[in-house]
T-cell receptor, first 113, second 113 residues
Framework: EAAVTQSPRNKVAVTGGKVTLSCNQTNNHNNMYWYRQDTGHGLRLIHYSYGAGSTEKGDIPDGYKASRPSQENFSLILELATPSQTSVYFC????????????FGSGTRLTVL | GEQVEQRPPHLSVREGDSAIIICTYTDSATAYFSWYKQEAGAGLQLLMSVLSNVDRKEEQGLTVLLNKKDKRLSLNLTAAHPGDSAVYFCAVSVWEGGRALIFGTGTTVSVSP
C-alpha cells in the first residue's frame, strides 16, 4: 500500500554513464520532489514539479534533469554520472497548498564508481 | 535564502529520559514548521507540524516549541523509549509558489534500555 514507490532501491553506476531514478505515487498529489541525503547536509532539494509536464529547479540542480510525464510519475536523470553524485535519493509527494506535509519514498542508494 | 541549523547531530539517552533537538532558522517570514522521523532504511515520516501562529504543540509524548523571536524550533521527546531511536529532521517552509521544505541536517537519536 506504499503510496510513494521508488525504483531501483540500489544502483551502482559507472562514471559517465546515464542513470534514471524512478518515482511513482498513488496519492494523487500535484507536487513531487527529488531530494538527496548526505551526511552533514540533511536533505537537499534537486528538482520539483507542480504537475504533469512541469519541472522546476531546486537548490542543487546541476548535473540532474527531471521529467514528469504524468501525475503519478517523476523521474530524476543523471545524463553523465559522477562520483560526487553518490548519495541516497528520496522522492516525495505533497498536496498543492500543503507546504509542510510531504510523503516520502524509501529512497534509492546510488553509488557511482 | 533560508538557512536552517540543527543540533545536536547525535543524541544518546536512556529510556525514560527526555531528548531535545533544536533548530534555528533565519527567515522571519517562515510560515510552516515540521518535524520528520527517519527510521533505518526508510524514508522520512511526518511527526508533527505547526504554523507560525502556534507556540506550543503536544502530541503523543512529543512537544514542539516555536520561539519566533529567537527563530528557534525545538522537539522534545518526553520519556523516550527504544522505538524512538531514529534520525530526526526539522523542516521549514516559506511557501513561495510551491517551493518545498528546507530541512535541517538531522539528529541521530539513540535510546538505550
Amino acid at each position: 500500500e506504499a503510496a510513494v514507490t521508488q525504483s531501483p532501491r540500489n544502483k551502482v553506476a559507472v562514471t559517465g554513464g546515464k542513470v534514471t531514478l524512478s518515482c511513482n505515487q498513488t496519492n494523487n498529489h500535484n507536487n513531487m520532489y527529488w531530494y538527496r541525503q548526505d551526511t552533514g547536509h540533511g536533505l537537499r532539494l534537486i528538482h520539483y514539479s507542480y504537475g504533469a509536464g512541469s519541472t522546476e529547479k531546486g537548490d542543487i540542480p546541476d548535473g540532474y534533469k527531471a521529467s514528469r510525464p504524468s501525475q503519478e510519475n517523476f523521474s530524476l536523470i543523471l545524463e553523465l554520472a559522477t562520483p560526487s553524485q553518490t548519495s541516497v535519493y528520496f522522492c516525495a509527494s505533497g498536496r498543492q497548498g500543503d507546504a509542510e506535509t510531504l510523503y516520502f519514498g524509501s529512497g534509492t542508494r546510488l553509488t557511482v564508481l | 535564502g533560508e538557512q536552517v541549523e540543527q543540533r545536536p547531530p547525535h543524541l544518546s539517552v536512556r529510556e525514560g529520559d527526555s531528548a531535545i533537538i533544536i533548530c534555528t532558522y533565519t527567515d522571519s517570514a517562515t510560515a510552516y514548521f515540521s518535524w520528520y522521523k527517519q527510521e533505518a532504511g526508510a524514508g522520512l515520516q511526518l511527526l508533527m507540524s505547526v504554523l507560525s501562529n502556534v507556540d506550543r504543540k503536544e502530541e503523543q509524548g512529543l512537544t514542539v516549541l516555536l520561539n519566533k523571536k529567537d527563530k528557534r524550533l525545538s522537539l522534545n521527546l518526553t520519556a523516550a523509549h527504544p522505538g524512538d531511536s531514529a534520525v530526526y529532521f526539522c523542516a521549514v517552509s516559506v511557501w513561495e509558489g510551491g517551493r518545498a521544505l528546507i530541512f535541517g541536517t538531522g539528529t541521530t537519536v539513540s535510546v538505550s534500555p
